[in-house]
């Protein structure tokens, strides 16, 4: 089962599914509170993935979680914006499948369209799929490939001029077996980049997937691979 990274996007095909991941519809008011006026992402989100689907001609979305923002409630525009995203894109879709993160926190409350499943983990094949900020569930385990989020990881450089870049990036490489791991099938994880443009990468590894993971290839948006 081959995966199919689209060029130049944060966003991936595998088996007639679209997958992306970390949206965090919410952030731009976070933003606004710094003095920043960002316009409204949940309505480019759907503009964006509705542009992704005619392309690619997928008719099922995977979404690897942290679709809001606010941790742990629910923000006041989220209560509004998470229902109107979902409410437009299931009549687009399908089926959507919803690998639930760390910031989804009560996203069940906010989605009630029959074809919109809210799950830990979710597997296609020997492909598994959840957000990533906790261990592998019995279905997961039995994956040869798994692909997560969480992490929005990014390539950093120094150029010739000592000016520092930093470019959203896709991580592929092995998952070493360490504690609660050691039993697992999983031989392969793949990192997606985060779909909100307006986050910066991590520092370092979250989560007990990736701080096991040992890079083997990075490749930029545009394919690029550098290492």
């Known amino acids: 089962m081959g995966i199919k990274l689209i060029k130049n996007e944060r966003a ?15 952030y731009e008011k ?3 509170e710094g003095g920043y ?3 409204n992402q949940s309505e480019h989100f759907v503009k964006k993935i509705l542009e992704l689907k005619e392309k690619t001609g997928a008719k099922k979305l995977i979404l690897l979680g942290d679709i809001k923002y606010q941790i742990p409630k629910i923000a006041y525009d989220e209560k509004y914006d998470v229902p109107n995203f979902f409410r437009k ?19 069940e409350r906010m989605v009630h369209e029959d074809n919109v ?12 799929f959840t957000h990533g900020h906790r261990l592998p569930g019995k279905e997961l385990v039995q994956c040869k490939t798994v692909v997560i989020g969480h992490v929005h990881p990014t390539f950093k450089f120094k150029d010739r001029l000592g000016v520092r870049h930093n470019y959203p990036c896709w991580l592929f490489g092995k998952l070493k077996k360490s504690k ?15 779909f909100n443009r307006f986050f910066s ?4 590894f979250v989560g007990p997937l990736s701080k096991n993971l040992k ?5 930029l948006l545009d394919l690029t691979k550098v290492k």
């Open 12 to 26: 991936m095909v595998i088996d007639g599914f679209l997958v992306v991941g970390d949206l965090h519809i919410g």
């Open 30 to 32: 976070r933003l606004a």
């Open 37 to 39: 006026n960002i316009p």
């Open 89 to 107: 894109l299931s009549k687009e879709f399908d089926e959507i499948i919803v690998t639930k993160g760390n910031h989804d926190g009560n996203i």
């Open 117 to 128: 499943r809210i799950v830990d983990e979710y597997r296609v094949g020997d492909v598994g």
């Open 180 to 194: 609660g791991l050691k039993d697992s099938n999983i031989e392969n994880l793949v990192v997606v980049p985060c």
């Open 201 to 204: 990468g991590y520092q370092h």
């Open 215 to 219: 890079i083997e290839e990075i490749y």
